[in-house]
């Protein structure tokens, strides 16, 4: 049962909703003002806090500001009857999930409440599981707190303590490797070598003797005896990225190594046996490579025991405040000075970008915006977010002449004119108006500003 505060001075519309959220099955507790509100947050936690933006001597922002320093994660929306863009932007440059003017309805504030609680976090069981990953000390460079994630934390701690070979699925950027090293950390063989390779940064000709070694005067250059990775990571664990890039000659090398967990070094007869957990990953689909003759169909099933899919960011996208706030720290200037924190607006953008590069681009990103922003906060503007993904496809209408066009003015006047119509059709209603283009009501708030539309 969501815990809800509101706050507001006028009785009736704390009575008001106070009867509606108690019938939606929440538990609702009410204060007549700002310092009852922030007395009443030190005592007892809340998810949602429905605060009035004006009250006498502690109004709304200042609820608002209190709550970051109690509970921040704890999401506040505001609720006013003197609306007004200036103080919508303020509010959502304060922190807060989202405002509402008076006259909303009862269907909005169910929406938005179902929004914010949706946003709020995670389950009480799934915090539960999280708790019990503290021991886990593998876990710290992983960041994320969905439910898609909670199932990969799952899947690591069951696979952790086995020996079997694990396949890691996932497109580039996802953090295969960090689940490598996780799984291995947490296994047994933590204390012994994680040793990693990517087989497609390796040119072919030289793979197979960094796998294995080789013995000295075996091809040119080959001035000593020198062990190959399989062998360093005796009784440890190797993690093989890009596994579907393996040539066949050396699929059928790995092949023996591992059916038989033994191998010899290029230009050696000795055979050399080890116990080597194989970790490995892809962002190819091998069983399509298997389909083709590409890739061994017996390798395959004997290095896929326990497949292991990495959701893309897309997919986990209440993650991205999370990370953002992570590399925000990891990036930032020594001596506190620098960015400290994203705008909401800022926040909001990323949000809806859909992260081909995910995980790696966000970092790659930020690092940017960290980098080159002069202010303590990083604004929409100062994002460096690829256009690759904009589809430029219907371009009948388009006229171009030899002067050329400002793009981005010409942008500018595209939106422009979608939100007027959109603002026109719901008679001037931000609020609907923000649901008809399907953007968030802040977001909505952020280009009305930038565009300076009253």
């Keep these: 049962m969501a815990r809800i505060l509101v706050v507001d001075d006028d009785q009736g519309i704390r009575d008001f909703l106070e009867i509606l959220l108690t019938r939606e099955g929440y538990s609702v507790k009410t204060a007549p003002g700002g310092k009852e509100a922030i007395s009443l947050c030190k005592k007892k936690k809340f998810d949602l806090v429905i605060t009035d933006l004006k009250m006498p001597k502690i109004d709304g922002i200042d609820v608002l500001r209190a709550m970051k320093e109690i509970s921040p994660e704890t999401l506040v929306i505001l609720i006013t009857g003197y609306a007004s ?22 269907d909005e504030l169910k929406a938005t409440i179902k929004a914010a609680l949706s946003k709020r976090g995670i389950k009480e069981e799934d915090a539960r599981f999280i708790r019990g990953l503290e021991d886990a000390d593998s876990f710290e460079h992983m960041i994320g707190k969905s439910r898609e994630m909670l199932h990969v934390y799952s899947l690591i701690m069951k696979v952790s303590g086995s020996s079997t070979n694990v396949l890691i699925l996932g497109e580039s950027g996802t953090g295969k490797e960090l689940v490598a090293r996780a799984i291995h950390n947490n296994s047994t063989r933590r204390d012994k070598q994680f040793v990693v390779i990517n087989c497609g940064g390796v040119p072919e000709n030289l793979l197979e003797s960094e796998f294995f070694g080789y013995m000295k005067g075996s091809f040119t250059g080959a001035y000593a005896d020198k062990p190959g990775l399989f062998e360093i990571a005796n009784s440890g664990t190797i993690f093989l990225d890009e596994i579907g890039e393996l040539s066949p000659f050396l699929q059928v090398k790995l092949l023996r190594v591992v059916q038989e967990k033994t191998f010899r070094r290029v230009g050696g007869s000795d055979d050399i046996k080890v116990d080597v957990r194989i970790i490995s990953a892809t962002n190819q689909n091998l069983e399509e490579k298997v389909k083709k003759g590409e890739f061994r169909e017996d390798l395959y099933y004997r290095l896929n025991v326990i497949p292991l899919r990495l959701p893309p960011l897309r997919e986990r996208i209440q993650d991205i405040p999370l990370l953002v706030n992570h590399f925000i720290e990891k990036f930032a200037l020594p001596g506190g ?35 080159l922003e002069t202010g303590n906060i990083i604004l929409p503007e100062n ?47 931000k609020t609907k108006a923000s649901k008809y283009l399907k953007v968030s009501y802040d977001s909505l708030l952020y280009r009305l500003e930038k565009l300076d539309i009253r």
């Design 85 to 106: 863009g200036e103080t919508a932007v303020e509010a959502m440059k304060e922190g807060a999930y989202d405002y509402l003017e008076k006259n909303f309805t009862v």
């Design 383 to 429: 994002l460096f977010i690829s256009d690759r993904d904009i589809d430029v496809s219907s371009d009948s209408d388009i006229e171009l002449d030899e002067s050329g066009i400002d793009l981005n003015e010409e942008l500018k006047k595209f939106e422009r004119r979608i939100i007027e119509k959109a603002l026109e059709k719901t008679k001037n209603s």
């Design 337 to 371: 000075e620098g960015v400290k924190k994203i705008s909401p607006y800022a926040l909001e953008l990323l949000m809806n970008y859909p992260f081909p590069g995910n995980v790696r681009e966000l970092e790659n990103i930020i690092e940017r915006s960290v980098t």
